[in-house]
Nanobody
Framework: QVQLVESGGGLVQAGGSLRLSCAASGRTFSSYAMGWFRQAPGKEREFVTTINWSGDSTDYADSVKGRFTISRDNAENTVYLQMNSLKPEDTAVYYC???????????????WGQGTQVTVSS
């Protein structure tokens, strides 16, 4: 069992930056791939980025490539999402998730956090 708690969301102006954190409980964090997903009002949840268990493989949605960076610290049981050059269309609730494989498919992730709101004003 893995419990995930996101933090770091907030209100930021377009062009600004935020760093989200996802703290995981349990001693098996390093066994899991981690992903970030987001859901905007009235839209389906969408893939943002994923990282494999060791941190040496990542993947990004085209919409965030070059602006967002995922990283993890297995010693601290934490995964991060650095978001730069934020745009109003990045406004959403951001969720972290843990799964066996670093895939863009949300149904492959077994554990989810409660989400953190990111709002980007124009």
């Amino acid at each position: 069992q893995v419990q995930l708690v996101e933090s770091g969301g907030g209100l930021v102006q377009a062009g600004g930056s935020l760093r989200l954190s996802c703290a995981a409980s349990g001693r098996t964090f390093s066994s899991y791939a981690m992903g970030w997903f987001r859901q905007a009002p009235g839209k389906e949840r969408e893939f943002v980025t994923t990282i494999n268990w060791s941190g040496d493989s990542t993947d990004y949605a085209d919409s965030v490539k070059g602006r967002f960076t995922i990283s993890r610290d297995n010693a601290e049981n934490t995964v991060y999402l650095q978001m730069n050059s934020l745009k109003p269309e990045d406004t959403a609730v951001y969720y972290c998730a843990a799964g066996l494989y670093d895939t863009p498919w949300s149904d492959q992730y077994h554990y989810w956090g409660q989400g953190t709101q990111v709002t980007v004003s124009s």
